[in-house]
C-alpha cells in the first residue's frame, strides 16, 4: 500500500511539473533573439548582461535584461531610444526598471505591445527596428547620465561599430 502511494505521489508531481513546462512553452512561440550588452562607464564596477528578445503567443514582446556587477539595492532605468548607440534619439518606450535580484545581480521583464507613440510593435518589427537600449545608474540626480550598460538593437546591432562607453552619446529622456 505504501508502494502504492509513494508512485502515486511521484505521477501527481510529475504531471505538476510537466504541465508547468507545457504552461511556459504555450507563451511564447519559440521565436527569441538575444543581445550582449556593452560595459558600462561606472568607474566603481564591472558590469556584463544580457538581452533577450522573446516573441509571446499573444503578439507581444517579452524584453528580460540580466545584469551583473550592479549594486545590492540598487534600482536602475532602463530606456528603448530611437537610432543607434551614436545618436542623440528619442526615448522610444521607459521599459521597466532594472531591479535587484541579489548577489549584485539586477533583472527587468518588460512586455513591450506599443512605443510610446502608440505605435504596435510586434517581434519581426522589434528585430528589424533603428534602435537601443541604455541601462543608467539612476532616473535623477548626479549620476543620472552614467550608463551602467547599453547596447544596439535592431538593424543597428553592430556591436564592433562601438568602440567603447565613451562612444554612446547620452541619454536624451524625451519622448515624442
Known amino acids: 500500500m ?3 502511494s509513494l508512485f502515486l505521489l511521484a ?33 566603481e564596477t564591472t ?14 514582446v517579452e524584453i528580460q535584461l540580466l545584469m551583473e556587477g550592479t549594486l545590492n539595492g540598487a534600482i536602475h532605468p532602463v530606456h528603448l531610444h530611437y537610432g543607434s548607440l551614436q545618436d542623440d534619439g528619442l526615448v522610444a518606450e ?15 521583464i518588460t512586455l513591450l505591445t506599443k512605443l510610446s ?18 541601462v543608467h545608474f539612476e532616473e535623477d540626480g548626479a549620476l ?19 568602440g567603447s562607453i565613451e562612444d554612446i552619446t547620452l541619454c536624451n529622456s524625451k519622448t515624442e
Request: contains cysteine; proline residues 0%; glycine residues 8%.
Open 144 to 162: 543620472k547620465d552614467v550608463i551602467l550598460g547599453a547596447t544596439n538593437i535592431g538593424t543597428n546591432y553592430r556591436m564592433a561599430d562601438i
Open 47 to 60: 558590469t556584463s548582461g544580457s538581452i533577450t528578445v522573446k516573441e509571446r503567443t499573444d503578439k507581444s
Open 11 to 43: 505521477l501527481v508531481v510529475a504531471f505538476g511539473a510537466c504541465n508547468n513546462d507545457a504552461e511556459e512553452n504555450s507563451l511564447y512561440t519559440g521565436r527569441e533573439t538575444q543581445y550582449n550588452l556593452l560595459e558600462g562607464s561606472y568607474l
Open 94 to 108: 521607459f521599459l521597466n526598471n532594472l531591479e535587484d535580484a541579489g548577489d549584485n545581480r539586477s533583472q527587468s
Open 117 to 134: 507613440d502608440g505605435t504596435s510593435v510586434t517581434f519581426d518589427q522589434f528585430l528589424n527596428m533603428d534602435g537601443s537600449i541604455k
Open 2 to 4: 505504501r508502494l502504492v
